[in-house]
């Protein structure tokens, strides 16, 4: 894979940047959007597909990005495809300061030192050029705006940034209430990256961590499905079976 364009980690993490603040918005639910982002674009790359629910290593030949080639390489070595949301809910320590500080090395964003409580050391990232955000922007809002179905990369960046609820950071307030709808809907034009969005939201709402059950008993069923709803505002995506320190910026 060619450095020559940015990838969808680096892109998500740019859009939650905060470029008044230096801070990123969602902290926690994009370090899950950000190891979501990488499947995606391993897909992308043809390394990986969709099988069903679950995540399947079809080309393990290296990328050339050494993150990327991290989570490859870790995937392979589970030897047989794994669940999309136990994927994400695994433990990615360092993940989102390991893509702020490649963003530093390539000068776009710059570290800022100081303090939390006038004790605590951290350190904030301003964007270098807001020029190159915008651009990551306009893809969104062109895509909200004039309904054409967009591509499969801009697609699951709408998934993705949906998924870790960035939708209120990028369209505030009730004007932004319909563009925030758009946004969410635009999850159904790209499979793989529908699929690794509900993974997340299935992570943040506990769902990959619960056992399956038996069937309730008849009498118990409507009680327990209104206990089990499906997590709110999310499009349902069928994927294609066989398609296949210091505190930092919060």
Do not use: F
């Not at 008993?217 to 398609?243: I, K, M, S, W, Y």
Request: glycine share 10%; hydrophobic share 40%.
């Amino acid at each position: 894979m060619g450095r020559s364009r940015r990838t969808l980690p680096e892109e998500l993490l740019l859009l939650a940047l905060d470029p008044a603040t230096g801070t990123t918005a969602q902290p926690q639910s994009l370090d899950l959007g950000l190891a979501g982002a990488q499947l995606v674009e391993l897909a992308l790359a043809g390394r990986i597909a969709p099988d069903g629910d679950r995540i399947a290593v079809v080309v393990p030949r290296p990328t050339g990005d050494p993150t990327l080639d991290c989570a490859l390489e870790l995937l392979r070595r589970r030897g047989a495809p794994v669940r999309a949301v136990h994927w994400i809910g695994g433990p990615r320590l360092g993940l989102r300061q390991t893509y702020l500080s490649h963003l530093e090395r390539c000068g776009m964003v710059h570290a800022v030192a100081g303090q939390m409580c006038g004790v605590l050391p951290t350190t904030r990232y301003q964007a270098t050029d807001n020029a190159i955000s915008r651009e990551i922007r306009a893809r969104l809002d062109s895509a909200i705006r004039t309904g054409v179905p967009p591509d499969p990369r801009t697609a699951a960046l709408a998934a993705l940034a949906h998924a870790v609820g960035l939708g209120k950071h990028l369209y505030p307030g009730n004007e932004g209430r319909s563009s925030r709808s758009r946004l969410r809907d635009l999850i159904r034009h790209d499979p793989m990256g529908g699929l690794v969005a509900h993974a997340v939201m299935d992570v943040q709402n506990g769902v990959g961590a619960q056992p399956r059950r038996s069937p309730a008993p008849a009498g118990r069923q409507a009680a327990a499905g209104a206990r089990t709803a499906e997590p709110a505002r999310a499009v349902p995506v069928q994927p294609h079976r066989g398609t296949m320190a210091r505190a930092v910026a919060h």
